[in-house]
């Protein structure tokens, strides 16, 4: 198996986790199709008891670790990532369920944890910067302080991943995201567990 199809397995085994909570906590969920997945950014659509209707974005562990995640401002296509969705509530795997975050409380926290470092206050603030450094297929065009050369460096850092190379097909990628850490977002931020 290779990383790619790894890293699907893990997001589909922790979607079925929260699918099968929703179930056993006698709330209503439904998959989002492919589109909504891709382009409205959310996993389970849920209703719980009392009727409420909410778009949930669900996320699995990252690099084996509990403790950080990322957070994505801008999709590898550079459209609109994650954090500016249609989801209502992000929900982080733990190792007893998940605990889960209003994704408006997570876009703010990203223009103040990390934006106000260096001076983004939009989204095309984070795009200009972005061009500003990288080219049309997302390779890094002039040494800067704004992004972060490698995933290690990334925490509360912006970071941008590196063009994919298949068969010697360039494939672009135009992201622009940050390593988070869940401690930190739980100390600052309202939170609620899932289990």
Known sequence: MNRSEYSQQLGDDSENLFFSLCEEKNYKPIRALRRENKYEHWDIKITNPEGEVYRIDVKAIREGSYDTTWLELIGITGKDGSLLGMADYFAFQQKSG??????IDLLNWFFSKVGSKFCIKSVDDARGLYSKYFDEKGYLTTENNSFAKSPRDALYNLYSRKPWNKNGEIHPR?????????KDMKRELKWWTFE
């Open 98 to 103: 998940f605990i889960y975050f209003r994704r």
């Open 174 to 182: 135009h992201d622009i995201t940050t390593k988070v850490s869940l």
